[in-house]
Every structure is written in structure tokens, then in C-alpha cells.
């Protein structure tokens, strides 16, 4: 009975490692490769798939007032 205790504490451990640890540093490590890559393709003038977005002109948020200089007298 105590051996099985053993082995579903062992199980439970690898599990743990497995999907807390290993797994997520797969991940990020396979995002980090793709994010250098895409970004050493465009530093090279490579065509990207994700091209920024273009600026938005002409729009106004807020409560923006232009400037203007008044002459002295």
C-alpha cells in the first residue's frame, strides 16, 4: 500500500514538472526564437507577414487646444 502511495507521489511530481516547468520554458523559448527571427528579417528588409499598422492622421482625442503666439504690443 505504501509503494503505491509512493508511485502516485512520484506521478504527481513528474506531472507537476512536466506541465509548471518544463512546458511553459518550451514555450516561451519557441515565442522568443520566432519574435528574433521576425525581428532579424525585418532589420534585413525582408517581407513580414505582420506589417505595422499605418498612423492615424487627422484625428483628435481629448481636449487639445493649439497653440498660438500672440504679438506683443
Known amino acids: 500500500m505504501l509503494l503505491y502511495l ?3 507521489f512520484l ?3 513528474v ?3 512536466v506541465f509548471k516547468f518544463i512546458l511553459p520554458i518550451y514555450r516561451t523559448t519557441k515565442q ?4 528574433f527571427s521576425d ?3 525585418r532589420m534585413n528588409g525582408q517581407p513580414n507577414a505582420a506589417k505595422p499598422q499605418p498612423e492615424q492622421k487627422g484625428k ?6 493649439d497653440f498660438e503666439e ?4
Open 32 to 35: 522568443v526564437r520566432r519574435n
Open 11 to 13: 506521478a504527481y511530481m
Open 60 to 65: 483628435v482625442v481629448g481636449d487639445y487646444i
Open 15 to 17: 506531472y507537476q514538472l
Open 70 to 73: 500672440v504679438p506683443d504690443k
Open 39 to 41: 525581428m532579424q528579417g
Open 6 to 8: 509512493f508511485y502516485f
